[in-house]
C-alpha cells in the first residue's frame, strides 16, 4: 500500500494537487484572511493571465518539434495593448465584439507562428523568439506608454463574482478546459499527441501533419488571446511590457505539470496546476517579504527540478520497451 502511495504521488499531477495543497495552508498560516470572499477574486484576477498563458504553451508543447511557444508573453500583452490604444479608442466597447476580435488577433499571432513552424520548417523557438520581438516592438509602437481606459466589461470580469465567492474572470481558463474537451472527444487532441509523439508514424498513417501542427499553434494563439483578456481585465488598464513576464512562468508552468516537452505527452489539467503552484509560491514569497528579485531564481530552480522529474520515468521505462521489441 505504501510503495501505491509513493507511485502515485510521482505523478506530475498528483505531486502537484499535494503541493498546492501544502501551498494553500502555508499561505493561509500568514494570511488568515485568504479565503475571504474578496480577497479570493483579487486572487483570481492575478492567477487568470498566468494560468492561460500556461494552457495556450500546451497545444504547441503537444504537436512536438520542441514547440515552446516564446512568444504567449508578447502575444497575450498585444492583445493587452489592442484591447485599450485601438478598440476603446475607437468606441468598440461592447464586449460581444471586443472579446471575439481579441481572441481572433490572438489566433492570427498563433497561425503565424504555425506557418512558420509547419511550411516554412522553421524550428519552433527560432520562429516563436522571432514573433517575441516582432509583437514586442508592435505593442510599444501601438503604444509607448502605458495607459488605462479598459471597456467596461474588462471590469465586469475582474470585479464580479457569482455568489461573492466564483470570480467572473474564471469564466475563461474554465472555457478553454471545455473547449479542449470537446476537441478530445472530436479526436482533434489525439491528432496532435500523435504528431508530437512520432511525426513520421503519424503521416504514414494519413495524417496531415503541418495542417494538424498548424490547428495546434493557432489554437495556442486563441488561447492567449484570452490570457490578453484577463490581463486587461486585472490591470484595467494597458502596459506594452507587461506581458514579457509571463513567457517563463508558463513554460515552467507546462514543464512542471508534466507535459514533455519534446511533444506528445501531456495535457491541459497539469499547466493549469503548475500554474496555480507557481502562483502559491509568488504569493507566499510575498507575504513573507522576500525580495522580488528572488521570485524568478525560484521559477528557474522549479523549471529546472520539473525537466529532471519529467526526464527521470521516460529514461526508466526505455529499456523496457527495448526488450519488448527485441521480443
Known amino acids: 500500500m505504501n510503495q501505491r502511495y509513493v507511485h502515485a504521488l510521482r505523478a506530475p499531477v498528483a505531486r502537484l494537487w499535494v503541493m498546492a495543497a501544502a501551498l494553500v495552508v502555508a499561505n493561509a498560516v500568514i494570511a488568515p484572511d485568504l479565503l475571504h470572499g474578496t480577497r479570493v477574486t483579487a486572487m483570481a484576477n492575478l492567477l487568470a493571465p498566468l494560468a492561460l498563458a500556461a494552457l495556450a504553451g500546451v497545444p504547441s508543447v503537444l504537436s512536438g518539434g520542441g514547440g515552446l511557444d516564446l512568444s504567449v508573453g508578447p502575444a497575450l500583452g498585444f492583445v493587452n495593448v489592442v484591447t485599450v490604444a485601438v478598440l476603446a479608442e475607437h468606441g468598440i466597447l461592447s464586449a460581444w465584439l471586443g472579446i471575439p476580435l ?14 512558420l513552424v509547419a511550411y516554412g520548417r522553421l524550428q519552433p523557438i527560432v520562429a516563436t523568439l522571432g514573433t517575441f520581438l516582432v509583437l514586442s516592438g508592435l505593442a510599444l509602437v501601438v503604444l509607448p506608454q502605458p495607459r488605462g481606459g ?21 469564466i475563461l ?19 496532435v499527441t500523435a504528431v508530437g509523439s512520432d511525426q513520421r508514424a503519424a503521416y504514414t498513417s494519413g495524417v496531415h501533419v503541418p495542417v494538424v501542427r498548424l490547428g495546434a499553434y493557432t489554437l495556442g494563439g486563441v488561447f492567449a488571446g484570452l490570457a490578453g483578456i484577463a490581463l486587461t481585465a486585472l490591470t484595467d488598464s494597458a502596459d506594452p511590457t507587461a506581458g514579457k513576464q509571463y513567457t517563463l512562468m508558463a513554460i515552467a508552468a507546462v514543464a512542471l505539470g508534466g507535459n514533455a516537452l519534446s511533444g506528445g505527452r501531456g495535457g491541459m489539467l497539469g499547466p493549469l496546476l503548475g500554474a496555480v503552484v507557481l502562483f502559491l509560491i509568488q504569493l507566499l514569497l510575498s507575504s513573507a517579504q522576500v525580495s522580488s528579485l528572488w521570485i524568478q531564481v525560484v521559477y528557474g530552480v522549479i523549471l529546472l527540478v ?20 527485441g521480443v
Open 102 to 115: 481579441c481572441v481572433l488577433l490572438g489566433a492570427l499571432v498563433g497561425a503565424v507562428n504555425g506557418l
Open 150 to 170: 479598459a471597456p467596461r466589461w474588462a471590469s465586469f470580469l475582474a470585479d464580479g463574482s457569482l455568489g461573492g465567492y466564483l470570480p467572473h474572470i474564471l
Open 173 to 191: 481558463p474554465a472555457g478553454v478546459l471545455v473547449l479542449w474537451a470537446g476537441l478530445r472527444r472530436l479526436g482533434l487532441v489525439r491528432l
Open 306 to 325: 520539473a525537466l529532471c522529474l519529467n526526464s527521470a520515468p521516460r529514461s526508466g521505462r526505455r529499456p523496457r520497451v527495448t526488450a519488448a521489441q
